[in-house]
């Protein structure tokens, strides 16, 4: 099926009943016309869906050669990995990154990514599927390649690259059922707009569930990506059932496990005798942090990497599947052991 072309300034400019040059100044200068005219050309712009392109502007070729990411954040050290990567990736081919944080705010992704648009973006990073259908809307209009990035979109509608964060959550969850833990808890990043972390709360209850066992929303402490959070969630949950209502924590990343941590070694409560801790994303502080951290391994700088390459290949007219899935692997450290007074059941290996 052929592919609606994006909306130009001329077809603006027709709708509204102006020339191309008024259509020109009432969208880029509009202190030079008429209030009126404005709004006729702001109308004809909405209905037909018309986003400026800056590298239409400036090339006839409307490229570019920048691409444009908008990320959750950029102090965390997952995502600077990526975006290192990525950036490197696009230099090779003469490409500029242009980066933006929208803070887990649909607003701001929605309007940073607009003024990634207009200035001429030959592409678009975005991390995971919650965003406002206004946001595709725009990219669409704008005829712009984009990615998703730590997520995997099982209806195959947008192109991606991630791994299965549900599955992953559900490993963490069994390597502590396999030690002997029944009393569980979980520290997660705020769960509205971010599909990542409602996957890995689902991936633990799943768990959970096929041993018939469940984790009801108290034990359940949302709190923000960082090691403040991390602290603060962990006081919560320590306070509301201790150790002995407590030996098992599941944390929706690594700076909240090693938050986490920090406040287990503040409180005097010893990790992994006391309580076994498992992370997400396996950053370098998670090795380096005594105890060290048992978490999930997420190629970060793989995902930034294969970013750049699958848009640089769409925009060379190349195909790429849809959806290209990456492994994250388990790693255990030290901070999960078995429970206090329980032993690890025995394999049934070689009986």
């Known amino acids: 099926m052929a592919t609606k072309r994006p909306a130009r300034l001329e077809d603006v400019a027709r709708a509204a009943g102006v020339s191309l040059a008024t259509a020109s100044r009432a969208l880029g200068s509009p202190e030079l016309v008429q209030a009126q005219t404005q709004e006729r050309v702001r109308r004809a712009a909405?209905?037909?869906?018309?986003?400026?392109?800056?590298?239409?502007?400036?090339?006839?070729?409307?490229?570019?050669?920048?691409?444009?990411?908008?990320?959750?954040?950029?102090?965390?050290?997952?995502?600077?990995?990526?975006?290192?990567a990525l950036a490197r990736e696009l230099a090779r081919s003469s490409y500029t990154l242009l980066l933006a944080s929208d803070e887990y705010d649909p607003a701001i992704s929605v309007s940073a990514t607009r003024a990634l648009i207009e200035r001429g973006v030959d592409g678009i990073v975005l991390v995971g599927l919650d965003h406002p259908p206004e946001l595709f809307h725009a990219i669409s209009q704008a005829g712009v390649p984009y990615e998703l990035l730590w997520t995997l979109d099982h209806g195959r509608s947008h192109h991606c690259i991630g791994f299965d964060n549900r599955a992953a959550s559900a490993a963490?969850?069994?390597?502590?059922l396999e030690l002997g833990?029944?009393?569980?808890?979980?520290?997660?990043?705020?769960?509205?707009?971010?599909?990542?972390?409602?996957?890995?709360?689902?991936?633990?209850?799943d768990a959970l569930s096929a041993r018939k066992l469940s984790l009801p929303d108290e034990r359940v402490v949302e709190t923000p990506f960082t090691l403040q959070g991390g602290r603060e969630g962990f006081r919560a949950l320590w306070d509301r059932f201790g150790s002995d209502g407590l030996t098992a924590l599941v944390c929706g990343n690594d700076l909240i496990a090693v938050g986490a941590l920090m406040e287990c070694a503040a409180q005097g409560v010893a990790v992994p005798r006391q309580l076994s801790v498992v992370g997400f994303d396996d950053i370098d502080l998670a090795s380096e942090y005594?105890?060290?951290l048992t978490t999930v391994r997420v190629p970060s700088s793989d995902i930034g990497r294969l970013a750049a390459e699958r848009l640089l290949a769409r925009l060379a007219g190349k195909r790429v599947p849809r959806v290209q899935a990456i492994e994250a692997e388990l790693v255990v450290r030290d901070s999960t052991a078995k429970p206090p007074g329980c032993r690890p059941p025995r394999s049934r290996a070689g009986r």
């Open 181 to 205: 833990h029944r009393r569980f808890a979980m520290l997660t990043g705020h769960l509205q707009h971010n599909d990542r972390a409602r996957d890995r709360l689902a991936g633990v209850r």
């Open 172 to 176: 963490c969850t069994r390597h502590l």
């Open 46 to 84: 909405e209905m037909l869906g018309y986003v400026p392109h800056g590298a239409a502007r400036a090339l006839a070729s409307r490229r570019s050669r920048t691409i444009g990411a908008v990320l959750p954040t950029i102090d965390n050290p997952i995502f600077a990995s990526a975006t290192q």
């Open 290 to 292: 005594t105890p060290r």
